[in-house]
T-cell receptor, first 114, second 109 residues
Framework: ETGVTQTPRHLVMGMTNKKSLKCEQH?????MYWYKQSAKKPLELMFV???????ENNSVPSRFSPECPNSSHLFLHLHTLQPEDPALYLCASSQDLDVNTEAFFGQGTRLTVV | GQNIDQPTEMTATEGAIVQINCTYQTSGFNGLFWYQQHAGEAPTFLSYNVLDGLEEKGRFSSFLSRSKGYSYLLLKELQMKDSASYLC??????????WGAGTKLIIKP
């Protein structure tokens, strides 16, 4: 059983819909991340949070909006999606930033745009 | 710039040994991670190397040469369940993981 839980596992959205992805970690970690994984491409880091504060935003379009209400929960709000957005969206957590410890991943949300 | 290079796909036989290579260029270095990812599943941590040499963990071993910017993952006594993608990820000076595209390993009976 993973310490990082993501819901939903699959999401089908119209381009004009608004939906949210949820991530919860039960590991007591201070850092949380959103990644995008497209087929045959490296993981793309989207957002990084440390102790509920956003510390990095890698030029992600504004149609992706993260929210971190506390150190255990992370959301990714989606709207006005584009054809290049279908992918596996992975949440991860690690003990802290700036330390060389491993990240723990959730199983991801597979996003399909119709 | 930062770059990771690993083969896209490899095929091996059940019971055999396979070595997955990874070369990297990063801005600074804080160790290198290997992750395993089964199709539709979360990446899971396999190994971490920060010093040169071989780290052995059961059937899996990982090697690092910092001077060459090179690492490999060695899988012994391959089992069908080892069919997965293997992701090489060095950590740069900002403690950010730099991800390769992964090597898809196919195990045949």
């Amino acid at each position: 059983e993973t310490g990082v839980t993501q819901t939903p596992r699959h999401l089908v959205m119209g381009m004009t819909n608004k939906k949210s992805l949820k991530c919860e970690q039960h590991l007591g970690h201070n850092a949380m991340y959103w990644y995008k994984q497209s087929a045959k491409k490296p993981l793309e880091l989207m957002f990084v949070y440390s102790l509920e504060e956003r510390v990095e935003n890698n030029s992600v379009p504004s149609r992706f909006s993260p929210e971190c209400p506390n150190s255990s929960h992370l959301f990714l709000h989606l709207h006005t999606l584009q054809p290049e957005d279908p992918a596996l969206y992975l949440c991860a957590s690690s003990q802290d930033l700036d330390v060389n410890t491993e990240a723990f991943f959730g199983q991801g949300t597979r996003l399909t745009v119709v | 710039g930062q770059n990771i290079d690993q083969p896209t796909e490899m095929t091996a036989t059940e019971g055999a040994i396979v070595q997955i290579n990874c070369t990297y260029q990063t801005s600074g270095f804080n160790g290198l991670f290997w992750y395993q990812q089964h199709a539709g599943e979360a990446p899971t941590f396999l190994s971490y190397n920060v010093l040169d040499g071989l780290e052995e963990k059961g059937r899996f071993s990982s090697f690092l040469s910092r001077s060459k910017g090179y690492s490999y993952l060695l899988l012994k006594e391959l089992q069908m369940k080892d069919s997965a993608s293997y992701l090489c990820a060095p950590m740069d000076s900002n403690y950010q993981l730099i991800w390769g595209a992964g090597t898809k390993l196919i195990i045949k009976p």
